[in-house]
DNA sequence: CTAGGTGCAAATAATTTGCAGAGGC
DNA sequence: GCCTCTGCAAATTATTTGCACCTAG
């Protein structure tokens, strides 16, 4: 973590000198954890260089925003507070209106539904705020119940986790059902194999899953930080629904091939978006997992139409089958 | 409309006298449409009343978002807007970063994903912003692609209609699928009589989309205002697609409670949610229609189970459809 | 008559700007 | 030496408040 801050702070400066004032300002800044306002961090610097200026902190900060190492954010309360940028970026809020406390949490289900709405208003969304106001828990209840909120970053790991486990859990069951369903002798092989590696996947980010809370035993019962519903239901539980109501070979392929790719996409796009961590790099060997077995599934559903080629000379599915490997 | 606002004006202040400059301020806030800021207001009314205070104004809309007459929202510009709240309350909005301009839309999607997120952080939530940020079409191609983005109202009633019709058209489908494969005499009278009303009904809400459409016939390129994927997707075809694969009529029964009950409480909820209007109305008698699907199936639903225990003496089953039916 | 509403001007609060001087390259 | 950063103080902007006055019930 002291890298990547180090890192930030050299090379973010687009344009500007290096200045030792601003420097001090952006490291106090970093060095905080959660939603600063400007005269927050006015406070915060005066106590360590008595001859830092209001203005010079209020310029560091829109010079940290237009750099991308912070950002303004806006709780209604008639001033702008700032969070560093680098670690979760396009995160929500759960403010709370009694304490003025702010809870983030990220959610891929309404990200989507917000694109979903930019779209149809042909709209470029560029940033969406979400921000839910009411009563948090302690507030409401009278004394603290959850410890503190934990470090971030950890609790992301643990929803990546729990996500990919989720997903490996309906691929394996996808692809043992697709295995029992199938009556091609060489079909069954790919199923099996896949359902294979998927329980040997599985097991490791299990084993992982249970050393992450070894580490940190209170993670468990933290709430939920990720939200992303696709994980158990949309993506191979679908598929494995779909199955039961009999389907053929190539028809399993193309709905695990579609199952691979969805999932694919979700990990690779979602752990780019973050800054080193724990999580990120979770998210992106899933995503290469699932890459590989997406390659595997295309190159077998060539084979199979090959095969078919062979044997009844329809150019209709090769066509079909052209366009769904793309 | 008039009517709705000369009610608002009389009934709506809570505490305090009736005061000529207060009503004038009322009365040309409410004529306004769109957000406007104190300074907006302040300017309008000094057109009509020159001696009207800047504070007055600042007071009167306080006492506005007190009253429930108007909301204050947040754009992010350091200042605040205020909008009329009793027509389309709980509202989200697009905004523009070049025009400064805003356009609201409806999501019961985000609205559930937002619930979700707030309970699953045992957060009470009582208000939520979502707000995307970006650049609108007009400002983005060029010139002004649609025409005036029409009035909320009857946008609010074409997708009212446009919800309506779907859900029906997939209870239309889930009742003869039902119908089709039950092979109960009785069952299928049932289930072949609700695919008939809601055939009937169809045809009526089809008829008045029509209708709606010719008093304004640019409604229908307009774009969404009402976002609401359950309609289609969550409520009847999820049960259209269980029947699929094979289930007794109990559990046809059954699902075409959870159906409506679901319909029903959906329709309920978001037509109460809304002052007087077509779109309310079309909601409410709505839920009327599946509330009396939902009772019939009940009432069929305890029969088959009186039936049963006539033959079969089971009490396992009796409990558990007393639950269901609750 | 009196509680509350109103106008004006002054206060506040967050943030920005003008300008002269300081400091790094 | 030039260009940018910095501090200070003054300006700006949105909104609130104090206070004397006014007005409806």
Known sequence: MATTLQD?????????????????IVNVFLRQEGHLSADD??????????????ATVYRTLQWMVDAGI????????????????????????????TCHRSFEFLSSDIEALV??????????ASQSVVQIYGTCEECRTGRNST???????????????????????????FYSRAARLTRDARGR?????????????????????????QRDPKLESLPTFLFFK???????????????????????????????????RFFKKYGERFEDSEGKQIFLEFADEEREHLDLLVREYRALLKRQGRTRRTARHGSAGARAAR
């Open 230 to 264: 696709g994980a158990a239901h949309g993506l191979f539980a679908e598929g494995a629904e779909r199955l039961l109501r009999g389907i053929n070979d190539q028809q399993a392929l193309l709905i695990g091939i579609r199952c691979e790719r969805g999932s694919h």
């Open 8 to 24: 930030l702070t050299r090379l973010k400066p687009s344009g500007g000198k290096r200045s030792s004032k601003r420097e001090q």
């Open 189 to 213: 092989k790919v199923f099996e194999d896949l359902a294979h590696e998927e329980k040997e996947h599985l097991g490791k980010l299990e084993a992982r899953y249970t050393e992450l809370l």
């Open 115 to 124: 694109e979903e709405v930019a779209t149809a208003r042909s709209f470029t």
């Open 147 to 173: 410890s503190e909120p934990g470090h971030t970053d950890m609790l992301f790991a643990r929803d990546a986790l729990r996500i990919a486990i989720a997903t490996e859990r309906s691929g394996l069951e």
């Open 41 to 54: 961090l006015v406070d915060l610097i005066r106590r360590e260089d008595q001859r830092i200026g209001r």
């Open 70 to 97: 912070a950002s303004k954010v806006d709780f209604g309360e008639g001033r702008f507070r700032f969070e560093h940028s680098y670690r979760q970026p396009r995160h929500f809020h759960l403010i709370c209106k």
